[in-house]
């Protein structure tokens, strides 16, 4: 049987992939475009669970080479706004296709006249068929319902698709275009060696995480969207503990004053991005709460998960390789079976994907 962790491991070369189709797979929403390419004065992003995450983890790269505001929306915070931008490029998120909400939204951007664009796992599914034009996201079928090569496919897809669009209206150069798209291949190179690491360090560390009562991840720049992503995964996958993924400046503020000697405190360090605040937290978690974890660069003492950064902008892809591999083991290590699709579950999430309907 697929594990969820195979799952994991297929990221690396399914990463290398989508790099290698980035400008086949956007060629038909160039075309499409047309000269409105040079129209555009934002983009605006809407999914749900990971699809969103994985927004929030690619919008600031998106904003920078483009030029443009990049906003990101739950589906049903979409569905509720008042007003609508109708010269932005509106991008929609669903790796299955068939998130209901996700696909009236495009049908109402379609009725206003906006460009869509659906980001899916293929053309045929009924959200990419309802989008004006499709970007295949790459994953292909994923096993499990609880999406790691889906999450990670999509935020480099959406990367992809702001590069092409500032190729298309120069404000990134074509050896700029193709130098960032070679950060996206060393993250994928290294996202193995980050896998390894993170399994040795929970076997050292299993006795005392499964002791935890909840896991706080804390992030900044593209990693919020991973602190995000990694909670959800510790939440949906071990279905034991709960779990909060927090932007970093939130170590500084509220959330902190209800920790409790039951949390366990994570802070993704990327060694570029408020060091200080995640170090601080996590200094904290480990004198007064026992369980405080630096991931990634300049850990604090010998009991963090440290692995080298290399992938640059795509840094993401080798911290949801963390936070990834440490829900499954923990969800493994507190005997919740983690089962691919299809095979049977008597737990009440099994309603959850009445939402999403063909």
């Known amino acids: 049987m697929v594990t969820m962790l195979d799952c994991i491991r ?10 290698k189709n980035a400008q086949v797979n956007t060629d038909d929403m160039v075309s499409k475009l047309g000269d409105d390419v040079r129209k555009i004065n934002e983009i605006v992003i809407c999914g749900a669970g990971s699809s969103n995450t994985a927004a929030v983890t690619a ?16 589906a049903n915070q979409f569905a509720r706004k008042s ?10 998120v669903s790796q299955t296709g068939t998130s209901t909400l996700v696909k009236e939204m495009v049908a109402r951007m379609n009725d206003m006249g906006c460009f869509t664009v659906s980001v899916t796992e293929d053309e045929t599914t009924p959200v990419g068929k309802q989008a004006k034009t499709h970007v295949n996201m790459g994953c292909g079928y994923e096993e499990y319902w609880f999406r790691t090569i889906g999450y990670c496919s999509s935020v480099v897809t959406l990367m992809v698709i702001g590069l092409r669009i500032a ?25 193995p060696a980050v896998i390894e690491k993170t399994i040795a360090w929970f076997n050292a560390h299993k006795d005392e995480l499964v002791k935890g009562r909840c896991f706080v991840v804390y992030g900044s720049g593209p990693l919020h969207g991973v602190a995000l992503e990694g909670a959800l995964k510790v939440l949906e996958t071990a279905k034991t503990f709960m779990a909060i993924g927090y932007e970093a400046e939130d170590g500084l503020h509220g959330p902190n004053l209800g920790f409790g000697k039951g949390e366990v405190i994570i802070s993704l360090n990327d060694g570029v991005n408020d060091e200080w605040m995640g170090h601080g937290v996590v200094e904290y978690a480990k004198k007064e709460l026992t369980q405080g974890y630096i991931f990634g660069a300049h850990p604090l003492d010998e009991n963090d ?13 080798e911290f949801a390789a ?3 591999t440490l829900a499954y083991l923990l969800a493994k290590a507190v005997g919740t079976p983690v089962l691919p699709i299809g095979e049977y579950q008597d737990h009440i999430s099994g309603k959850y994907f009445e939402t999403h309907r063909g």
């Open 10 to 19: 297929r990221v690396a070369p399914i990463t290398k992939e989508i790099v």
């Open 83 to 92: 007003v609508y931008n109708p010269d932005a490029l509106y991008i929609f």
């Open 305 to 317: 998960l440290e692995f080298e950064v290399k992938g640059g902008n795509f840094r993401a892809l």
């Open 167 to 191: 190729l298309e209206r120069g404000t990134v150069t074509v050896k700029e275009y193709n130098d960032y798209l070679a950060e996206a291949v060393v993250a994928a190179d290294n996202h």
């Open 322 to 324: 963390a936070v990834e």
């Open 59 to 74: 919008a600031g790269f998106m904003e920078k080479v483009t030029g443009l505001q990049v906003h990101t929306f739950m």
